[in-house]
């Protein structure tokens, strides 16, 4: 079993910068498949950014160029950077983790981008 951990949320104006980080547990992390997720309220959730295990990278057009995701396997971690943030980029954002069939998630760490 692998438990996710997000951490770096919080209040910013429009403009700035977060960097949020996903901690696992467990010694698998490697050979995970780990993305960025996020829910705006009354939005359907939506991938973010995406790293597999082999270093490809894939982005949401909306944050492309804004955000960037990097992994650091030495630390069982993944961080999204995230830089130029819009009022529409507000939203609950989590982990997901994926090994073949099985998928983790992390609780959501909230992000708000306000004035």
């Known amino acids: 079993q692998v438990q996710l951990v997000e951490s770096g949320g919080g209040l910013v104006q429009p403009g700035g910068s977060l960097r949020l980080s996903c901690t696992a547990s467990?010694?698998?992390?490697?050979?995970?498949?780990v993305g960025w997720y996020r829910r705006a309220p009354g939005k359907q959730r939506e991938m973010v950014a995406f790293?597999?295990?082999?270093?490809?990278?894939n982005y949401a057009s909306s944050v492309r160029g804004r955000f960037a995701i990097t992994r650091d396997n030495a630390k069982n971690s993944v961080y999204l950077q995230m830089n130029s943030l819009k009022p529409e980029d507000t939203a609950v954002y989590y982990c997901?983790?994926?090994?073949?069939?099985?998928?983790?998630w992390g609780q959501g760490t909230q992000v708000t981008v306000s004035s």
């Open positions: 997901r983790a994926t090994r073949g069939y099985n998928v983790y």
């Open positions: 467990g010694n698998i992390f490697s050979t995970l498949a």
């Open positions: 790293i597999t295990s082999g270093g490809l990278i």
